[in-house]
């Protein structure tokens, strides 16, 4: 069965950090890269970061400059380092998984998101 299962979302105050992490099971993690999402209430889904299996990294404009992203083969694992948390990063975020480089969409599987609300 496969699993992509997303940890570390909370409530945060504007300038702090988060650290989200994305647990893969149940398929073959090397070939896959790995994708945060966003969405908040009202709004359209939203790319935040990604990273293929070979390290490379894809950032959102959201992200540039603030968030981090990494991954541990070995514990079939990607992280997402936030920080500057701003009010409006509050969203529920996603990771997903897609075969092959990282892509702007059509990913293979996703999680069931964590919540994460910035309170100014």
């Known amino acids: 069965e496969v699993q992509l299962v997303e940890s570390g979302g909370g409530l945060v105050q504007a300038g702090g950090s988060l650290t989200l992490s994305c647990a893969a099971s149940?398929?073959?993690?090397?070939?896959?890269?790995i994708g945060w999402f966003r969405q908040a209430p009202g709004k359209e889904r939203e790319g935040v970061f990604c990273?293929?299996?070979?390290?490379?990294?894809y950032a959102g404009v959201s992200a540039k400059g603030r968030f981090t992203i990494s991954r541990d083969n070995a514990k079939n694992t990607v992280y997402l380092q936030m920080n500057s948390l701003k009010p409006e990063d509050t969203a529920v975020y996603y990771c997903?998984?897609?075969?092959?480089?990282?892509?702007?969409?059509?990913?293979?599987?996703w999680g069931q998101g964590t919540q994460v609300t910035v309170s100014s």
């Open positions: 997903a998984a897609v075969y092959g480089p990282c892509a702007p969409d059509n990913y293979d599987y």
């Open positions: 990273i293929s299996s070979d390290g490379t990294t």
């Open positions: 149940g398929f073959t993690f090397d070939d896959y890269a």
